[in-house]
């Protein structure tokens, strides 16, 4: 069984950071993309950013130049910097893990995989 698990969410005042952390188990062969998304209350869920397998990136507009994804090894973890946080960054972060490849007992099946989402708060 494939599993996400985030960490890292909590509280900060504006203009604080905070590191998110996922990391995905499992018998895993490989992974395509890894990344972010985000969901405030009363919006649909959005893009923060993403990682390829190469290394390739894409951020939102609102993040650029304040958060940083990285995956070290083009491994089965990733990790989202967040600096210079704003109120309106408040939202349930998930992780996803796309295109990941896994044993399932009986062969390989490729499926994308969500975490459970952890919560940031940025207030004052």
């Known amino acids: 069984q494939v599993q996400l698990v985030e960490s890292g969410g909590g509280l900060v005042q504006p203009g604080g950071s905070l590191r998110l952390s996922c990391a995905a188990s499992?018998?895993?062969?490989?992974?395509?993309?890894m990344g972010w998304y985000r969901q405030a209350p009363g919006k649909q869920r959005e893009l923060v950013a993403i990682i390829s397998s190469r290394g390739s990136t894409n951020y939102a507009d609102s993040v650029k130049g304040r958060f940083t994804i990285s995956r070290p090894n083009a491994g089965n973890t990733v990790f989202l910097q967040m600096n210079s946080l704003k109120p309106e960054d408040t939202a349930v972060y998930y992780c996803?893990?796309?295109?990941?490849?896994?044993?399932?007992?009986?062969?390989?099946?490729?499926?994308?995989?969500w975490g459970q989402g952890t919560q940031v708060t940025v207030s004052s």
């Open positions: 996803k893990a796309e295109g990941l490849t896994a044993w399932n007992g009986s062969g390989y099946r490729t499926n994308d995989y």
């Open positions: 499992g018998t895993i062969f490989s992974t395509d993309i």
